[in-house]
């Protein structure tokens, strides 16, 4: 699963980037390079384990991120061809936003951008259904009509300038849809990358741009790039003595992971032990047999059962034989739906 952080040239890419995987690659340089990362989503509840069982080792769910330039901002007069092709790889998009420069225009550019996206699906449609009409006129083949049928409604939605992710499909026409990777059905984080001298502000100017976005499908979220990338290269009490003198709580960076995390459909189940405490990533919805095959395909094959707690009640009761005596630990099938945080230990036979 990857993410692509996106924007215009000098929005602050690199910087939100560096901050996410405390790495330090050069910001402010124009050069409009790309990065990759692998990035430990932070999770509390993997913490909170952890301390109370002690274990050998602690892992966190990891994310890919890519740092990919690619987007003018000029809108309906930028050419399609100006995006990035590695962007259409992506599973979802994180859209960052200049708001701390004497360039910023948030709402224009946030306008622009996604124009940008809406154009470039748009010009992909009409090649394909150009080139799919012609094959379909010279072969008499009537396969391809319901693919073209699809892509026509796409385009009709797209000329009125909305973006895919409105709209709904069939699983089958879904998975049609995605072989052409629009930009537009990917999710979106929208993320305001303000100055410094905006922070006491976060929550009014998330209020007031919070119409920018359709909840489940889309999300914003506000943050200053530049202190939180100053912020992961403290150690522990110089970042707290940091954030009381800025007068902000928790770290903005961690809770745009976890968003980015979100907007993938992932979730996570733990697991714990004496070796070990870990957060392993699975899609929503699916089964516990599933989900055992994520951590090794013997457990999924041989699956019996999953001894399942939740969470909350896992730090409230501590021990196994406090959680059973209290029947919170629950037995559940293969057809079981495993939920965000569930602590589970599988039981199998091979
Ligand atoms: N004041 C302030 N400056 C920032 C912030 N975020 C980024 N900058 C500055 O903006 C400039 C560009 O930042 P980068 O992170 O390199 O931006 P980018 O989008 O990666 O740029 P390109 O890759 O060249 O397109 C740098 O000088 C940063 O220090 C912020 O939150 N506040
Ligand atoms: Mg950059």
Request: aromatic share 6%; hydrophobic share 40%; with cysteine.
């Amino acid at each position: 699963m990857k993410l692509g952080i996106i924007g215009k040239p000098q929005c602050g890419k690199t910087t939100i980037f560096n901050a996410a995987s405390h790495q330090q690659e050069t910001v402010g340089d124009f050069s409009q390079s790309s990065h990759r990362a692998v990035i430990k989503v932070p999770d509390s509840r993997v913490d909170r384990i952890a301390e109370l069982i002690k274990p050998d080792k602690v892992t966190y769910a990891e994310v890919e991120f890519l740092d990919a330039p690619g987007f003018t901002g000029k809108g309906k007069e930028a050419g399609a061809m100006e995006i990035n092709p590695e962007i259409r790889m992506m599973d979802a998009l994180i859209l960052v936003i200049d708001y701390f420069s004497d360039r910023a225009d948030p709402e224009r550019y946030i306008r622009n951008l996604i124009d940008e996206m809406i154009l470039s699906d748009q010009v992909l449609i009409e090649s394909n259904l150009e080139k799919k009409s012609r094959k379909i006129k010279l072969t008499g083949d009537k396969a391809g009509t319901h693919e073209l049928d699809l892509l026509q409604k796409c385009l009709t939605h797209l000329e009125e300038e909305k973006p895919l992710i409105d709209m709904e499909f069939s699983d089958d026409d879904d998975k049609l849809l995605r072989g052409y990777m629009f930009l537009t059905r990917k999710p979106l984080l929208i993320v305001l990358n303000i100055s410094e001298d905006k922070l006491p502000e976060v929550d009014k100017i998330q209020r007031d741009f919070n119409r920018f976005v359709q909840p489940k499908k889309q999300e914003l979220m506000v943050m200053c790039g530049k202190i939180q990338m100053e912020l992961v290269s403290l150690d522990e009490d110089e970042r707290q003595a940091f954030l009381k003198e800025l007068g902000i709580s928790g770290m903005a960076v961690d809770r745009f992971i976890q968003k980015s995390y979100g907007l993938l459909g992932l979730i996570s189940f733990l697991t714990t032990g004496p070796p070990e405490t870990r957060a392993w990533t699975i899609k929503k919805g699916i089964t516990a047999q599933k989900a055992a095959g994520v951590i090794h395909s013997d457990i999924e094959r041989g699956f019996i059962r999953a001894e399942v707690v939740k969470f909350d009640d896992f730090i409230q009761l501590k021990t196994p034989s406090a959680i059973k005596a209290a029947g919170k630990m629950r037995l559940e099938g293969k057809e079981y739906i495993i939920e965000d945080g569930d602590v589970i230990l599988f039981r199998f036979n091979v």
